[in-house]
T-cell receptor, first 111, second 114 residues
Framework: SQQGEEDPQALSIQEGENATMNCSYK?????LQWYRQNSGRGLVHLIL?????REKHSGRLRVTLDTSKKSSSLLITASRAADTASYFC???????????FGQGTTLQVKP | DGGITQSPKYLFRKEGQNVTLSCEQN?????MYWYRQDPGQGLRLIYY???????QKGDIAEGYSVSREKKESFPLTVTSAQKNPTAFYLC?????????????FGAGSRLTVL
C-alpha cells in the first residue's frame, strides 16, 4: 500500500533555482520523513518532521507539514547539480515503526 | 565505520531457482527491513523484524522468506514462488529515536531473472 503520493513526478531546474516537491498522504501519522536516492543507490535520510510540527529547516532544506490537508512539502533552496536525485517522502503511523514510502520525485538540476 | 552491507550487489537467477540476499549491520539496531523497488517506483515493504527471532510480513511478502537468528543479520530468500522477482532490493535498519523511526539503508542488491 502506498501512503504517500508525490508531485511532481519529475522536475528539471537550473542550478541556483529553488526546487519544491509535494507529498500527500491518506491516514493520520506520527511523523513524516524525506529521503534522497542517487541513481542505483540506497536511500539517505534527510529530515523528519513530527505530526505536531509545522515547519523544519536543515541547511538548504525546508520541510512543511499541514496535517489538516494531509500534505507536506520539501523545498531545496539554491539548488546545485549535486542535488540531482530522487526524493521520497515516507510516513510513519501507529506503533509498528513501519515506514510507507511515496512514489518519489526525480529532480534534475542542470549546471 | 558503522553501516549496512548488502551482498551481492548484482545477482542473476534462472527461473525456478531460489536465491538469498545478504544484509548485515553493525549499527546495533534492533529493527531491520526489506524493501523492493521497481523502476520509477517507490519502495514496497516485504518483511520486517523488530527483534531477534521475530519477524512480520509486509505488504508484498508472498514468494519471499526471511530469518532473524542474529541481531546483525537479516537475509532475504527470493523463492521460485515469486512470479516477478526482477527488482532492486533494499535492506534497512533502525533504532527508535524518541518515537521516530529513521531508517539507515544499504546500497541495494539488483536481482535479474534470466
Amino acid at each position: 500500500s502506498q501512503q504517500g503520493e508525490e508531485d511532481p513526478q519529475a522536475l528539471s531546474i537550473q542550478e541556483g533555482e529553488n526546487a519544491t516537491m509535494n507529498c500527500s498522504y491518506k491516514t493520520s501519522i506520527n511523523n513524516l520523513q524525506w529521503y534522497r536516492q542517487n541513481s542505483g543507490r540506497g536511500l539517505v535520510h534527510l529530515i523528519l518532521i513530527r505530526s505536531n510540527e509545522r515547519e523544519k529547516h536543515s541547511g538548504r532544506l525546508r520541510v512543511t507539514l499541514d496535517t489538516s490537508k494531509k500534505s507536506s512539502s520539501l523545498l531545496i533552496t539554491a539548488s546545485r547539480a549535486a542535488d540531482t536525485a530522487s526524493y521520497f517522502c515516507a510516513t510513519c503511523s501507529g506503533n509498528t515503526g513501519k515506514l510507507i514510502f511515496g512514489q518519489g520525485t526525480t529532480l534534475q538540476v542542470k549546471p | 565505520d558503522g553501516g549496512i552491507t548488502q551482498s551481492p550487489k548484482y545477482l542473476f537467477r534462472k527461473e525456478g531457482q531460489n536465491v538469498t540476499l545478504s544484509c548485515e549491520q553493525n549499527l546495533n539496531h534492533d529493527a531491520m527491513y526489506w524493501y523492493r523497488q521497481d523502476p520509477g517506483q517507490g519502495l514496497r515493504l516485504i518483511y520486517y523484524s523488530q527483534i531477534v527471532n521475530d519477524f512480520q510480513k509486509g505488504d508484498i511478502a508472498e514468494g519471499y522468506s526471511v530469518s532473524r537468528e542474529k541481531k546483525e543479520s537479516f537475509p532475504l530468500t527470493v523463492t521460485s514462488a515469486q512470479k516477478n522477482p526482477t527488482a532492486f532490493y533494499l535492506c534497512a535498519s533502525s533504532s527508535d529515536h524518541s518515537g521516530a523511526n529513521v531508517l539507515t539503508f544499504g546500497a541495494g542488491s539488483r536481482l535479474t531473472v534470466l
